[in-house]
Nanobody, 115 residues
Framework: QVQVVESGGGLVQPGGSLRLSCAAS????????MGWYRQAPENQRELVAV???????NYTESMKGRFTISRDNAKKMVYLQMNSLKPEDTAVYYC?????????WGQGTQVTVSS
């Protein structure tokens, strides 16, 4: 059974940093495009960043320069380094593993940016 599990969320002050981790127990992890999404209360889920199976990254404009997505294929992990956090970054962050018809989501990890 495939599992996608996020970790690393928590409470951080504005301007602080967090590193989210995602473990995906999929076969042929290296062939999956991996993404981070987030959903704030009363908002739709939105893309944060994706990293393709070939290592190409893409970010939503408001996260560029602050967030960095990376992956470790050997460990079947994807990471999201978040710097210069703002209160508007408060949301549940979800990890996604996608390859063709296969599309898996984690349960999410809460990130709260507040003083």
């Amino acid at each position: 059974q495939v599992q996608v599990v996020e970790s690393g969320g928590g409470l951080v002050q504005p301007g602080g940093s967090l590193r989210l981790s995602c473990a995906a127990s999929v076969t042929f992890f290296r062939l999956y495009d991996m993404g981070w999404y987030r959903q704030a209360p009363e908002n739709q889920r939105e893309l944060v960043a994706v990293i393709s199976s070939t290592g190409i990254t893409n970010y939503t404009e408001s996260m560029k320069g602050r967030f960095t997505i990376s992956r470790d294929n050997a460990k079947k992990m994807v990471y999201l380094q978040m710097n210069s956090l703002k209160p508007e970054d408060t949301a549940v962050y979800y990890c996604n593993a996608q390859r063709g018809k296969y599309d898996y989501w984690g349960q999410g990890t809460q990130v709260t940016v507040s003083s």
